[in-house]
């Protein structure tokens, strides 16, 4: 599971020129973006030799430092919930954890009205749910590389892009007459997104939402400092 991180780091330094080209700040003197989240996503996961309708909630924090106009990087992390229909083993059980992750992002294109935003996260993620006739575990490394296009009206800003996700995970599974670790993937990869932002005041209130390999619905509330 190293390609995913490689993958992202090159990816958002070879589209980030200027990131570097500066000397570089004091961390205290480095701006920030904080934000909240909470995000709904489907999509269709291969466990084993089966398929599984899979839903995942989440909320939680996240933070990036501008380590240049060019460049920033950041961590998010907070509570999981996961679903899934049309697979026996689990129907019925609601699953809960956390995640923990990296955000990289790049902007190859920075202008006054339009930006290009291009990079990508990198998570590890837990669930587990245990009964008193069953259980299971279920923990999976999911990489997200993007790009997307950024109109600038103030204060709204549109973007649209796609993305491509990759998911290597296992399930743990045990009941009265099974005990089976069976491997974790994605049906599908590529997705397309769009997004509208409210931004005022250093303040952003941001609706996102993907379509294909995930079906997702995403909102944030971030401050800058």
Known sequence: MRWPLITLAILTLALS??????????????PVSFWVYVDRTQSDWEIGDETADTEISRFGAA??????????????????????????????????????GLILRGFPVK????????????????????????????SWTEG?????????????????????????????????????NSKISTVDNVSGMAGIDFVAGGGTIGLHGEWGARNSLYLRFAQDF
């Open 17 to 30: 020129p200027a990131a570097f080209a500066r000397s570089s700040p004091s961390l205290m003197d480095v």
């Open 63 to 100: 933070f990036t430092q501008h380590f240049s106009e060019r460049f920033h990087a950041g961590l998010f992390g907070g509570y999981s919930g996961l679903t899934q229909t049309d697979y026996a083993r689990t129907a019925g059980l609601s699953q809960s954890g956390a995640h923990l």
């Open 111 to 138: 202008t006054t009205r339009f930006d290009v935003d291009a990079g990508g996260t990198l998570s590890y993620n837990l669930t587990s749910k245990s009964e008193t006739d069953r259980d299971v575990e279920t």
């Open 144 to 180: 997200l590389i993007y790009a997307k296009g950024i109109l600038k009206f103030d204060p709204v800003q549109l973007s649209l892009g796609a993305n491509y996700q990759y998911i290597d995970g296992t399930e743990k599974y045990n009941d009265d007459f099974l005990s089976q």
